[in-house]
Structures are given as structure tokens and as C-alpha cells.
């Protein structure tokens, strides 16, 4: 049986900068062209933090059964260390999720945008059939294309409009700098992993890039938001806030384009993260003193 300490580490901690990134980016986009409303902005992160977690445990599980996480390189899954049985992370990966429905209800409730609804049911799919399913599309080099859509868009406009009752330029520019680092999370995971998805066949796409390309593109995933911030400050001059990200970017695209492998990626994983969550929280810092 799995100890604590083993179901947090299973819950991937360092993935959750990617459930409150959107939500602080959403924020500040809804402050800068209305109120802020506290109780909107706690339950999308509610529902934000539910469906990490909820995803990581639903990963480790797919994966797990099919024998993907036999030989890892990163942190331990649940599954395929054999600390918890494969029934233990599925009822737990459906019990988290369950739990971003109900606060993804009451968020409803509270905005009366009721036809989230359906973006809701979409994001439930998205969370289970990233690695579930007879056909999972993360194994078919789509996750960077579903990480941008529901991390960015989905996500920080989502935020912003149940809080504002509108999508607003800056908040576009928000989804898309957050989305990008959020791909760029994924890409420092699967740019460590390529030796042993490809084995097992898990084709990211990250394998069927290559590293090389693999690598470039993570350049590029973290250089543009920068950009972004330029933009955004022709509107919010304190959007440059933003720029403070480039403490951690610096260091992670050195080892990423320096050629690191395996473990010596780790870092890598946990700067983007925290680049991630840096840049969001000066963006919507940036963006709220505009109101």
C-alpha cells in the first residue's frame, strides 16, 4: 500500500503551476476590464487544481496498466512502481476529477454561464482519454496541442469570463503566453522520456520530433510568451512584470539546448514550472493595476 508521501509525489506536485498559472492569468485579465470577484476566482481554481491532479493520477494509471511506466526516469508513478494497485489510482484519478465537476457546477452557478457546461464535459474527456482509452491522443503527438488549448484559452479566458462576463483582448494575450509555457512543461517531461517512449511505444511528440527539433521547439515555447509580455504592455505597461521569468527560463533553455539527457533534465521541468507560474502572476499583476 502506498504511503502519503508516495500518493502526494503520484499527484506530481510540480505540475500544479500549470493548474494555477491560468487562473491568477484570468484574473488579472477580469480585473483589468472589471471587479474582481473572489468567489468565481477560488472555485476555477478549485476546478483547475482538481483536473491536474486528477489527470496525473488518470496518466499514471493508463500508462501504468499498459506498461509505459515499467522504466522511468522521472518522479515515481503509482502504478508502475507497484506502490498502489492499478483500482487504488483509477478510483482516485475519478474521485479528483469528480470534485473539478462539482466546483466546475458551482462555478456555473455562481456566473450563470451554463454553457461552459459543454467546455466542462470537453475538459473531462480531455483529462481521461490524454492516455486512456483504446486510443489515447497523447500517444499520437497531440498533447502539446491539447495542453495549449485547455491550459490557455479554455483556462484563463474561462477564468475571465466567469468573473467579468467577457473575453477581452489582454486576456487572449494572457491564454496564449500561458498556454505556451504550459506546452513547454510537457516538452521538458517528454524531451527526458523519448529513450523509454520510444521502447514502449508511446509516440509523443517529442518522438516522432525528435530531440534535436524537440529542443528547438521548447526554445521556442518559452522565448515567445516574453514576447507576449512586449505586447501586453503596449496595454498594461505593468505586464513586463512578466519578464521576471526569465531567471528560470535562462537556466532551463541552457541545459535544454546544451544537450542534457535524463535525469539531468529534472531542473528543467520544475524551471519551466515555475517560469510558468512567474510569468502568469506577473502578467496578471501587470494586468489588474490597469483597472
Not at 506502490?83 to 476529477?97: C, E, F, H, I, Y
Not at 511505444?201 to 527539433?213: P, S
Not at 527560463?249 to 529534472?266: D, E, H, M, N, T
Request: with cysteine.
Amino acid at each position: 500500500m502506498a504511503t502519503v508521501a508516495q500518493w502526494v509525489e503520484g499527484a506530481r506536485p510540480r505540475t500544479l503551476p500549470n493548474a494555477i498559472a491560468p487562473v491568477v492569468a484570468g484574473t488579472g485579465a477580469a480585473a483589468s476590464v472589471a471587479d474582481f470577484r473572489p468567489l468565481p476566482a477560488l472555485l476555477a481554481l478549485v476546478v483547475s487544481l482538481a483536473m491536474v491532479i486528477g489527470v496525473n493520477f488518470a496518466n499514471d494509471y493508463s500508462d501504468g496498466i499498459r506498461g509505459t511506466d515499467d522504466e522511468r526516469v522521472g518522479p515515481m508513478r503509482l502504478v508502475g512502481s507497484r506502490a498502489a494497485s492499478p483500482g487504488a489510482v483509477r478510483t482516485a484519478a475519478l474521485g479528483t476529477l469528480a470534485v473539478g465537476a462539482l466546483a466546475g457546477l458551482a462555478l456555473l452557478a455562481v456566473s450563470g454561464a451554463w454553457w461552459l457546461l459543454l467546455v466542462g464535459a470537453v475538459c473531462l474527456a480531455g483529462a481521461w482519454f490524454y492516455t486512456g482509452g483504446s486510443s489515447p491522443y497523447g500517444y499520437r503527438g497531440l498533447g502539446e496541442v491539447a495542453v495549449f488549448l485547455f491550459f490557455g484559452p479554455v483556462a484563463v479566458l474561462g477564468t475571465e469570463y466567469t468573473q467579468s462576463g467577457r473575453a477581452s483582448g489582454v486576456g487572449i494575450g494572457a491564454s496564449v503566453g500561458v498556454g505556451l509555457l504550459s506546452c513547454a512543461v510537457l516538452v521538458a517531461n517528454n524531451l527526458r522520456d523519448v529513450p523509454t517512449d520510444t521502447v514502449s511505444g508511446k509516440r509523443t511528440l517529442a518522438v516522432l520530433l525528435g530531440e534535436r527539433d524537440t529542443r528547438v521547439m521548447y526554445a521556442a515555447l518559452v522565448v515567445v510568451p516574453l514576447g507576449m509580455s512586449l505586447v501586453l504592455s503596449l496595454r498594461a505597461p505593468w505586464a513586463l512584470l512578466g519578464l521576471l521569468a526569465l531567471v528560470l527560463i535562462v537556466p532551463a533553455l541552457r541545459r535544454v539546448l546544451g544537450g542534457a539527457r535524463g535525469p539531468a533534465l529534472i531542473p528543467v521541468l520544475r524551471d519551466t514550472g515555475l517560469a510558468l507560474l512567474v510569468w502568469a502572476v506577473g502578467t496578471g499583476i501587470g494586468l489588474a493595476l490597469v483597472s
